[in-house]
């Protein structure tokens, strides 16, 4: 059974960055592919980035250029650095993880982690 748990979110002014961890239990992590979204106060869950199990990535348009996403398959860490933080960027940030081993796998998605920039 999959699980994904979200840490690193907090309180940071606006210009200031942090580090997302999204944990993965369960095997095969490799064959996934895995990504970021957020869902600010108010508004729908948005994509912000993602990285295939062939290692290429890639962002939402507000995301490029500030944030990064990684992955540590070994540790079975997906990361996302935040750089160039702004209030809009506040919202509850959820890790997802799709099995690409036999065709499209379900989403599985983890409860969040809150991210809040004060101006």
């Known amino acids: 059974q999959v699980q994904l748990v979200e840490s690193g979110g907090g309180l940071v002014q606006s210009g200031g960055s942090l580090r997302l961890s999204c944990e993965f239990s369960?095997?095969?992590?490799?064959?996934?592919?895995v990504g970021w979204h957020r869902q600010g106060p108010g508004q729908q869950r948005e994509f912000v980035a993602g990285s295939k199990r062939d290692g290429t990535t890639n962002y939402a348009d507000f995301a490029k250029g500030r944030f990064t996403i990684s992955r540590d398959n070994a540790k079975k860490v997906v990361y996302l650095q935040m750089d160039s933080l702004k209030p809009e960027d506040t919202a509850v940030y959820l890790c997802?993880?799709?099995?690409?081993?036999?065709?499209?796998?379900?989403?599985?998605w983890g409860q969040g982690t809150q991210v809040t920039v004060s101006s």
């Open positions: 997802a993880a799709q099995s690409r081993e036999r065709g499209y796998g379900p989403i599985k």
């Open positions: 369960g095997s095969s992590f490799g064959y996934y592919d």
